[in-house]
């Protein structure tokens, strides 16, 4: 499995400024299981049922509770430096997860997209895949990218 962040304990949010937060704090905040990033040009686009995509695995679990939460600046990890995310608080929408299926590989997508009736294409899930993951994982190539497969976060409103 692709190490994605570090073992942290900690999530930036915006909330009139940017401050660092214990997550486990913001969780019970929320009043959710757990926190989903979603990218600043997909948040406009979020409809239930939500169909979110991840490189590889998601490490989301069917009938827990999110909060979707916009990204405000991305981040990104490599072994020797980590930039998290700036999320913002006030954009949090709640949600269950229905279903997660991970590693999945490109040529098996189209039927998982048929399944949830997603209007993503294959070839549109492996652009948004490379955008995100290249800049987030900078030492990974496009190739290792792609052989890690996608996982997929399917979320109720909630």
Known sequence: M???????DFILIFDGSEKM???ATLLKLLKVDGIIR?????????????????LEYTGHER???????????????????ERLPLLDIDSCIKA???DVKDQISYKELQSYLDQYSSPATIEGVKGMILERYTQSLP??????IIDAGVAITVLAKG
């Open 139 to 144: 030492k990974l190539s496009k190739n290792e």
């Open 63 to 81: 009938g827990k509770k999110y909060a979707l939460l916009k990204i405000l600046r991305p981040g990104y990890f490599t072994d020797e430096e």
């Open 96 to 98: 269950e997860c229905i």
């Open 2 to 8: 692709i190490k994605r962040e570090h073992e942290n």
């Open 21 to 23: 937060v214990d997550k």
């Open 38 to 54: 979603i990218q600043e040009k997909d948040f406009a686009h979020v409809s239930f049922p939500f169909v979110h995509f991840n």
